[in-house]
C-alpha cells in the first residue's frame, strides 16, 4: 500500500505564495510521474504541473510562469511552489504519483486533497 500525503494549502491574498508539498510512503520500488491537479466543484480535475523522474516537467497554461513543480527523489516528495496566485487558482490540489510497488507492477496513486483559497 503507498500513502501520499500533502501538506501547505491554506488561505491566501491575490498576489502572494503558497507551497505545496506531497510526500509518498508505504511499499514504493520507484515513482515514475508525479504531479498536481486541482478541482473546483462541478468541474472535473485538471492537470496543473507534472514531473517525471529524470525532472522533466510540464505546465498548464494558465499557471506558466507563476508555478514551480519540483521534486526530492530521495525523499519520495514532490513539491509546487505557487506564486501571484489569483483567485481563480482557489481549488483542492491533489497530488497524483505514478508508483512501481513492484519492478513488474505499476499502479496510480492520489493523495487526499488540500485546500488552496485565494481572496482578491
Known amino acids: 500500500q503507498v500513502q501520499l500525503v500533502e501538506s501547505g494549502g491554506g488561505l491566501v491574498q491575490a498576489g502572494g505564495s503558497l507551497r505545496l508539498s506531497c510526500a509518498a510512503s508505504?511499499?514504493?520500488?520507484?515513482?515514475?510521474?508525479m504531479g498536481w491537479y486541482r478541482q473546483t466543484p462541478g468541474n472535473e480535475r485538471e492537470l496543473v504541473a507534472r514531473i517525471t523522474s529524470g525532472g522533466s516537467t510540464n505546465y498548464a497554461d494558465s499557471v506558466k510562469g507563476r508555478f514551480t513543480i519540483s521534486r526530492d527523489n530521495a525523499k519520495n516528495t514532490v513539491y509546487l511552489q505557487m506564486n501571484s496566485l489569483k483567485p481563480e487558482d482557489t481549488a483542492v490540489y491533489y497530488c497524483?504519483?505514478?508508483?512501481?510497488?513492484?519492478?513488474?507492477?505499476?499502479?496510480?496513486?492520489w493523495g487526499q486533497g488540500t485546500q488552496v483559497t485565494v481572496s482578491s
Open positions: 497524483a504519483a505514478d508508483v512501481l510497488v513492484v519492478r513488474t507492477l505499476r499502479l496510480n496513486y
Open positions: 508505504g511499499s514504493i520500488f520507484s515513482i515514475n510521474d
